[in-house]
C-alpha cells in the first residue's frame, strides 16, 4: 500500500474507528475492574453512589457508547472532562501537577485528550452515529 495523499484520506476514518474502539476496549476495563472484579479486582468494596462507583458506571456507559459509535461526540466531551477532572484529584494532588510520570497520571492524561479528540474528530468509521447519519 503507497503512503500517498489520497490513500490516506480513504483509510482515515477506519483508522479513527480503531482508535475509538480500541479506547474503549482499553477504558471498559477499568468499569469492568471496579465491578465485576474483571481482569483484576479493586481493593475495597464498591459502593454505587461513591465517587469510585460514579466514575466505573461512567467507565463502562461511556466504554460501550464510543465501542458502538453511538452519541460518539457528547460521551467523549463527557469522558474528557471525567478524566481532567480524575487527573487533578487522583493524581495531581500528589504533587508533580506538570509531570503525570512523576504522580502515576499519565494514563488519565492521554485518556483526556484522545477523548477530546473524538469530540472534534467524530466517531470515525463504523459506527452507529454514522449509519443514523446515512438513514436520515
Given at each position: 500500500?503507497?503512503?500517498?495523499?489520497?490513500?490516506?484520506?480513504?483509510?482515515?476514518?477506519?483508522?479513527?474507528?480503531?482508535?475509538?474502539?480500541?479506547?474503549?476496549?482499553?477504558?471498559?476495563?477499568?468499569?469492568?475492574?471496579?465491578?465485576?472484579?474483571?481482569?483484576?479486582?479493586?481493593?475495597?468494596?464498591?459502593?454505587?453512589?461513591?465517587?469510585?462507583?460514579?466514575?466505573?458506571?461512567?467507565?463502562?456507559?461511556?466504554?460501550?457508547?464510543?465501542?458502538?459509535?453511538?452519541?460518539?461526540?457528547?460521551?467523549?466531551?463527557?469522558?474528557?472532562?471525567?478524566?481532567?477532572?480524575?487527573?487533578?484529584?487522583?493524581?495531581?494532588?500528589?504533587?508533580?501537577?506538570?509531570?503525570?510520570?512523576?504522580?502515576?497520571?499519565?494514563?488519565?492524561?492521554?485518556?483526556?485528550?484522545?477523548?477530546?479528540?473524538?469530540?472534534?474528530a467524530g466517531p470515525g468509521a463504523w459506527s452507529v452515529d454514522g449509519a443514523r447519519r446515512r438513514a436520515i
Amino acid at each position: 500500500m503507497q503512503l500517498d495523499q489520497p490513500t490516506l484520506q480513504t483509510w482515515r476514518p477506519r483508522a479513527l474507528a480503531v482508535l475509538r474502539i480500541v479506547t474503549a476496549y482499553l477504558f471498559i476495563q477499568h468499569g469492568t475492574s471496579k465491578f465485576f472484579g474483571v481482569p483484576q479486582p479493586m481493593s475495597g468494596d464498591l459502593e454505587l453512589l461513591s465517587i469510585s462507583g460514579l466514575a466505573g458506571a461512567m467507565e463502562l456507559a461511556g466504554s460501550v457508547l464510543l465501542a458502538l459509535g453511538l452519541f460518539t461526540r457528547p460521551t467523549a466531551f463527557v469522558l474528557c472532562g471525567f478524566m481532567a477532572v480524575a487527573y487533578f484529584m487522583a493524581h495531581a494532588s500528589e504533587g508533580h501537577v506538570l509531570l503525570p510520570m512523576l504522580n502515576d497520571g499519565e494514563l488519565a492524561v492521554l485518556y483526556c485528550f484522545v477523548f477530546l479528540y473524538f469530540v472534534f474528530a467524530g466517531p470515525g468509521a463504523w459506527s452507529v452515529d454514522g449509519a443514523r447519519r446515512r438513514a436520515i
